[in-house]
T-cell receptor, first 110, second 114 residues
């Protein structure tokens, strides 16, 4: 399983943008980059995914490096409800398995 | 639209016992995956069921087994419980065959083995 590396924790202030980095130097051509987050006492929830191009949705943006060896999840304006553990996951095309690491614990200060 | 539900929410068992955890898929989904999450760790993939058959398995021993029913609900069975089986067990449902198989997770069952 391809591995990802994320910082253990990050802090942000409310209403400010947050950039969550992820390194995945062993990514293969068929691996999709996925982000899930897990709020306290809940199961993980899907945030966003991409293959090569940058992606935007109502929750976040995903910026993917040109060589695909790293990516950044961008929360444009952090709220207290965004405090969670964020997981960067590589998922092989056609595979249903999600391989989670330890993720980044995001703290949002009021 | 009903989300993924799991029962029970909490469970306490002793070593050597057997346990059955249950999961109801989100409406319209045909695939169920089970994950084990130890304290402070990310979830670990146990196995997945699609059309009532196992469709992939992680690095878990055979005493972890499962079932998927015609209504796509699922059970996770663990035999001969060990202390290390204490964890949060998460179920996720998805639709295999669509353009993107986003997984929707339930709130989990917290299992404590004494």
């Amino acid at each position: 399983d391809a591995k990802t590396t994320q910082p253990n924790s990050m802090e942000s202030n409310e209403e400010e943008p947050v950039h969550l980095p992820c390194n995945h130097s062993t990514i293969s051509g068929t691996d999709y980059i996925h982000w899930y987050r897990q709020l306290p006492s809940q199961g993980p929830e899907y945030v966003i995914h991409g293959l090569t191009s940058n992606v935007n949705n109502r929750m976040a943006s995903l910026a993917i490096a040109e060589d695909r060896k790293s990516s950044t999840l961008i929360l444009h304006r952090a709220t207290l409800r965004d405090a969670a553990v964020y997981y960067c996951i590589l998922r092989q095309g056609g595979s249903e398995k999600l391989v989670f690491g330890k993720g980044t614990k995001l703290t949002v200060n009021p | 639209e009903t989300g993924v539900t799991q029962s029970p929410t909490h469970l306490i068992k002793t070593r050597g016992q057997q346990v059955t955890l249950r999961c109801s898929s989100q409406s319209g989904h045909n695939t169920v995956s089970w994950y084990q999450q130890a304290l402070g760790q990310g979830p670990q993939f146990i196995f997945q069921y699609y059309r009532e058959e196992e469709n992939g398995r992680g690095n878990f021993p055979p005493r972890f087994s499962g079932l998927q029913f015609p209504n796509y609900s699922s059970e996770l069975n663990v035999n001969a419980l060990e202390l290390d089986d204490s964890a949060l067990y998460l179920c996720a449902s998805s639709f295999l065959g669509g353009s993107y198989n986003e997984q929707f997770f339930g709130p989990g069952t917290r299992l404590t083995v004494l």
